[in-house]
């Protein structure tokens, strides 16, 4: 198969419409407008809707139309336009809703700067938006693994009808990388018998709404939402392991950090360190029971979590191990990169202060 | 013994409606509810129902529907007839949702031309929340927060969303109508039904603005109420076509 050179935000507009997206609604905002500018010429090419809309707010609502048509629909943005979305996130989690939202994360808070971050992680794992709801977080590294999980990103979101998050940052949709495009078989998708494209006969009509007035309805409707996200924690759940089997530590990072971390263990490795990396793909469900394996090996000192951000995963990864391994953060903030010595330093400082 | 008063109209449910007595909500479902089934297109039409009193609209009107967030029915109604231009669509939106917090999205669609009806119930207060001062509420008429009446130095004068709208190229087709006697419930309906064939030949947006009633946050008798909208309201909100262009 043929390797083409793809720039990170083309790729993932690409992968979309390869994945039977058929409706893109966007908003302009740097560092994610090669996506709507992509999609603009490609889309009607596919046969598909584009339409740039006054506002994210607009474009978010416009995927609600779209998918509760039935279509496979996605917006994008980034951070300041994410958060203006959440109202209509939560309404989709609401409606019971499937769409793909692209997140290419930026520093915070507020303007804050063009550069990549991901300090967004409480914002897109907790709950979006108002409510007890959440979206599935798919976190690439890569750009070969960015196009593939467009496609489950489409299929998790019909699959359970929910809203899923590709939460990527600046580096991720400005960097070029060769992909090959797999040809993978379409999987079986439940029927999308709800849909409101026209009532099956008097009296029998779709409705399509998040509005449960009674609060006993209300709570019904919750508790059914609760099982199936304790379902995909327990069906979900993905990461990458590298090197991680008899570590004396482990670097939990993900998304760009995650190959800054990578580079950081090999150095640690040259130096006889054991490092391994721990990388969750998804960032909600997040890996917990995969990493307390791991970081419950005997060998295993210290898990050290890295993020562009004052530490946000990190509080995951301290529920994940409740205690029972040091679990050191660090972090850079506001759209700088951590670099690999610095990792490295933060590593002998952790076993440093693991073996005191 | 039993006796019938009241058969749900062509196009609507076989339910009770919970709006107050005297509300117009009611008289515009069942005037959408019997154009569309007139238009044979009860099982291809979409409404989008707004927040506020007409929430449940979809619980009403015998068609499929969307309920949008607060003020985003005209972008939900965006996304449905891109995706399907077959559909008849309509977004039905009270004065709060459109001309307040929905303003930009009513805006735009217009401005692009989307080629869906807007139902725009303007009766001069917020309904469900309890009587608040809306950007429709009359100089000098009392709500729960404008208790001395509107101040125009405070808030300005009332807008005008059909002559606004009408501004906009986009905008193929405007009507405001009343539903206060007999004459102007004919003309209303008429106008619903010009404004859904419009839509289906394409021609652009079409918007039917309802001067309506709220007996109960305006402390009106329900006859009062209908006798204010045609004495009062329709002073500042003239009745009639504002905007018709040819395709």
């Known amino acids: 198969m043929n390797k083409e050179l793809w720039k990170g935000n083309e790729l993932i507009a690409e992968a979309a419409i390869r994945a039977g997206c058929r409706a893109y609604f966007g908003y302009p905002i740097t560092p994610q407008n090669e996506i709507p500018e992509y999609m603009s010429w490609r ?43 959440q109202e209509g996130i939560s309404y989709l989690v609401g409606a019971e809703l499937p769409a793909v939202i692209v997140n290419m994360m930026r520093g915070g808070p507020g303007l804050g700067s063009i550069q990549p971050s991901q300090s967004d992680y409480f914002q897109a794992t907790r709950s979006p938006g108002h409510g ?31 809203p899923v998050m590709i939460l990527a940052d600046g580096m991720i949709g ?43 309805d209300n709570e019904l409707f919750n508790n059914r939402l609760q099982q199936r996200y304790r379902l995909i924690e327990r069906e979900e759940p993905r990461h990458e392991a590298v090197d991680c089997e008899g570590a004396d530590i482990l670097l939990c990072a993900f998304g760009t950090t995650a190959r800054i971390a990578l580079s950081a263990a090999r150095k640690l490795r040259e130096e006889g360190i054991k490092a391994g990396l721990f990388r969750p793909i998804t960032l909600w469900p997040f890996p917990e029971v995969a990493l307390r394996a791991l970081a419950s090996q005997p060998s295993v000192r210290a898990v050290l979590t890295v993020e562009m951000s004052a530490g946000q995963m990190v509080q995951d990864v301290r529920l994940a191990l409740v205690g029972s391994r040091p679990t050191p953060f660090f972090g850079r903030t506001g759209g700088m990169i951590p670099e690999a010595g610095q990792i490295v330093e933060q590593v002998h400082l952790a076993l440093k202060e693991a073996q005191a | 013994m039993r006796q019938i008063v009241m058969v749900p109209g062509r196009g609507m449910k076989d339910v009770p409606t919970h709006y107050c007595p005297g509300c117009h909500h009611g008289i515009v479902h069942r005037l959408i509810g019997e154009v569309l089934d007139e238009l044979q297109a009860l ?103 404008s208790s001395q009446g509107r101040d125009k130095a405070m808030h300005g004068l009332p807008v005008r969303m059909a002559e606004l709208l009408s501004t906009m190229d986009g905008m193929a087709y405007a009507e405001r109508v009343c539903l206060a006697d007999m004459s102007n419930y004919h003309k209303a309906r008429k106008a619903i039904k010009k404004a859904f064939m419009l839509q289906m030949q394409g021609v652009g947006h079409t918007f039917v603005e309802v001067l309506s009633t709220c007996p109960t946050n305006w402390g009106m008798s329900p006859p009062d109420a209908s006798l204010w909208v045609k004495n009062t309201m329709s002073q500042y909100y003239p009745l009639g076509v504002v905007k018709e262009r040819e395709k």
């Open chain 2, 43 to 145: 099982d291809t039409a979409v409404g989008i129902c707004p927040v506020g009193c007409a929430v449940y609209a979809g619980n009403y009107i015998d068609c499929d529907f969307l309920e949008a967030a607060h003020g985003r029915a005209p972008a939900v109604a965006t996304g449905v007839k891109r995706t399907h231009p077959d559909k008849l669509v309509f977004t039905y939106q009270g004065d709060g949702d459109l001309a307040s917090i929905g303003a930009a999205e009513i805006m735009h669609a217009v401005m692009r031309g989307e080629k869906f009806t807007t139902i725009f119930i303007n009766n001069a207060i917020y309904g469900m929340t309890g009587g608040q001062m809306a950007p429709t509420t009359l100089e000098g008429q009392k709500s729960t927060t």
């Open chain 1, 43 to 85: 889309m009607p090419e596919a046969g598909g809707v584009f339409v740039q809309a006054e506002s994210e707010i607009a474009a978010i609502n416009m995927v609600y139309g779209a998918s509760a048509m039935g279509v496979r629909a996605m917006t994008s943005s980034s951070s300041p336009g994410i958060s203006l979305k």
């Open chain 1, 174 to 216: 400005q960097m070029m990388e060769a992909v090959t495009w797999s040809e993978r078989p379409a999987k079986p998708m439940p029927p999308k018998d709800w849909a409101a494209t026209g009532r099956e006969g008097p009296g029998k009509t779709h409705f399509i709404t998040s509005l449960r007035l009674g609060a006993s």
């Open chain 1, 132 to 162: 007890d709801g959440h979206m599935i977080v798919l976190a690439p590294c890569r750009l070969q693994e960015a196009a593939d999980l467009m496609a489950d990103a489409f299929d998790l979101a019909d699959q359970y009808r929910m």
